[in-house]
């Protein structure tokens, strides 16, 4: 992939995040900070499924800038073919890994296996 | 034969904050809070999966996470967040070509149109935004 279309990429995950985390953080502003958080509120919360996709969206979108990010700083350290693609790839396969283990929680919490 | 010299500084280059200004700082700082809010979100999805340990394991590790320390590692990452926010929005701008001037033939002393006030006061505001958030963020866990 071109890196101007990554890069877009980069920016348009930026700015989806940025609403979405803080309708995440506003959720927690709706109590007292400690109540927001206890169990029943949390569990409450996962299983409202508007949220828990909220929270799936966040997860990638979160996932897809952070790892990218981490992969520019790495590229801007040192360059050479093999090197750069071990980054690509070790990115690319830390992030789906990321995703697969947010997702197993949201999936299992919403579905109420616990 | 006699290595030549690459100049390249590595990790020591990139962590220098002197020589260029604010905007280097901005540069490193954009990348130092970058690096702790990817690790801090791995933790949170982390501490987030206790939850499937049901309501003892959710309680006990909310119990390591409501302590000073944990307030105040959780204050840095909202600074770094509203940080890494705002700068980076500056940093979108920029490369879309807002704010940074017009192109002009370099003259002596070669003073960068990009490097103006807008984008100096574009990087002292997200500084002083994430130290307000980081004091409001400490007042909302403190429950004031």
């Keep these: ?114 | 034969m006699k290595p030549q010299d690459e100049n390249k500084e590595g990790i020591g280059g990139m962590i220098n904050p002197r020589r260029y200004g604010i905007e280097r700082v901005a540069y490193l700082l954009m990348r130092l809070s970058g690096l702790g809010l990817l690790a801090y979100f791995i933790g949170h999805i982390y501490e987030t999966s206790s939850i499937l340990k049901g309501q003892v394991g959710w309680n006990e590790f909310l119990d390591l996470t409501q302590t000073n320390e944990g307030h105040a590692l959780l204050a840095i990452v909202i600074a770094m967040c509203v940080f890494h926010t705002v700068n980076g929005i500056r940093v979108m701008l920029g490369h879309g070509g807002v704010g940074v001037g017009k192109p002009s033939r370099p003259d002596y002393p070669y003073d960068p149109a990009s490097q103006n006030m807008k984008h100096k006061i574009g990087i002292y505001s997200a500084i002083v935004l994430a130290a307000i958030a980081m004091m409001y963020g400490l007042a909302v866990m403190y429950g004031e």
């Design chain 1, 1 to 114: 992939m071109r890196e101007s279309t990554i890069m877009k990429i980069h920016y348009g995950t930026a700015l989806g995040a940025v609403a979405l985390v803080a309708v995440h953080i506003l959720m927690r502003l709706t109590q007292s900070f400690a109540e927001s958080l206890e169990y029943t509120n949390v569990i409450a919360n996962y299983q409202f499924l508007p949220y828990a996709g909220m929270l799936e969206i966040i997860l990638i979108l979160l996932s897809i800038h952070g790892f990218n990010g981490l992969r520019v700083i790495l590229l801007e350290l040192k360059q050479g073919p093999r090197y750069e693609k071990a980054v690509s790839y070790g990115c690319v396969a830390a992030m789906m890994g990321l995703i697969a283990y947010g997702s197993r929680t949201i999936i299992m919490v919403n579905m109420g296996m616990l």
